[in-house]
């Protein structure tokens, strides 16, 4: 009897967003691993591997968005049925890592969130973590799991090296984001800042940029963050940045939440541009002009028959440009934009595809 030592890699996915896992499964040229998902009347959820997972290499990949803890245990639960089922070794792949500003105790009797969301993590029997920019570094210690955290950077600065156009400063929205500042100041030859906000240790989503440190006057600025939820930071930022005579504000984050009233910040806001990539680093955005005001076209490698875009971009004059790829996938865009414009035309299928939308934001 002749017993088969070849590796075997499987992809599975939760509902957060299954056509990401598509794209990936098909850059890598397998298929993803097939995967019952139910739930009950009760809401409890159900799932199980519909093929034999017996010693491969099993990646469950699930984004953390809304509904957050949903999809937190539905890829908990993914992961504790590929240990039973003798999986190899298990890497749970988390490009938005739910509960990540809940990293250290800010009032007496707060809880450490992210440090309990990784310990459910390994006791569900995962091997190795992967996310994308951490609200802190510090979350990485927080297991003795491998904790692979990566970055979106590469493909904001490729965007933004061709589209700058002058003296610039890169501005952190708070004084903890100062060193993901300083990484992109060293990639774009910039100036660095940082705003400084005060927040209510009790109240949610609320904060108040104070102050601008750093030389921004004369100067376009860049504000980067890793996470815009309400967009309440970001717009009391740009506004102060161009009080302080910035030329320009852009803004670029990894993870767009985008919960409400984000939509309709960006209208009180002056800033000019903006940039959001949630879904990882495979996909690239670059823009140019099409006849309904602005074009994204998504360039990657092959295409997938019958699927449709997860990214678009929208302009309105005053407001600026929005580009980046839904939390969750297309279902969520598209509910965003639902509020804000209409879909005039979807083409292309030579690899890549172009959106032209009407409305403002």
């Not at 952190?172 to 100062?178: K, N």
């Not at 997860?310 to 839904?326: H, K």
């Amino acid at each position: 009897m002749e017993i088969s030592a070849q590796k075997r890699l499987m992809l599975f996915s939760g509902s957060a967003n299954p056509e990401l896992a598509a794209e990936i499964a098909d850059l890598m040229s397998i298929k993803p691993g097939g995967l019952e998902r139910s739930v009950f009347a009760s809401g409890e959820i159900y799932v199980r591997p519909t093929e034999s997972v017996r010693g491969a290499d099993c990646f469950v990949i699930q984004s953390h968005c809304r509904p957050i803890n949903f999809h937190i245990m539905e890829q908990l639960l993914i992961i504790d049925a590929l240990r039973r089922a003798s999986a190899k070794r298990i890497t749970a792949v988390m490009p938005s890592f739910g509960y990540s500003r809940q990293d250290k105790k800010g009032l007496p009797r707060e809880p450490i969130s992210a440090r309990l969301m990784v310990d459910m993590f390994a006791a569900a029997g995962v091997d190795r973590l992967v996310s994308i920019d951490l609200h802190s570094g510090q979350i990485q210690g927080f297991t003795s799991k491998p904790f692979d955290h990566l970055t979106a950077l590469p493909i904001f600065v490729d965007y933004l090296e061709k589209t700058l156009d002058g003296p610039t400063t890169i501005v952190s929205p708070d004084a903890g984001g100062v060193k993901r500042a300083e990484r992109y100041a060293r990639h774009l030859n910039s100036y660095v800042g940082f705003v400084h906000k005060r927040r209510e240790a009790d109240k949610r989503n609320v904060a108040e940029a104070l102050a601008m440190i750093g030389k921004v006057r004369g100067r376009h600025a860049i504000i980067v963050d890793d996470i815009v939820d309400t967009a309440g930071t970001a717009t009391s930022a740009a506004n102060l940045l161009i009080e302080q005579g910035a030329l320009s504000v852009r803004l670029v984050a990894t993870h767009g939440v985008l919960s409400p009233p984000a939509m309709e910040h960006p209208s009180r806001s002056r800033v000019r541009e903006r940039l959001l990539q949630t879904e990882g680093a495979l996909r690239r955005a670059a823009v140019r002009p099409g006849p309904e005001g602005h074009l994204l076209r998504r360039e990657r490698v092959g295409d997938i028959p019958g699927r449709e875009p997860v990214a678009g971009s929208l302009r309105s004059p005053g407001s600026g440009l929005w580009v980046g790829s839904a939390p969750c996938g297309l279902h969520s865009l598209q509910a965003a934009l639902s509020l804000t414009g209409d879909l005039v035309s979807v083409h292309g299928h030579d690899g890549s595809q172009d959106l032209h939308w009407q409305g403002g934001l």
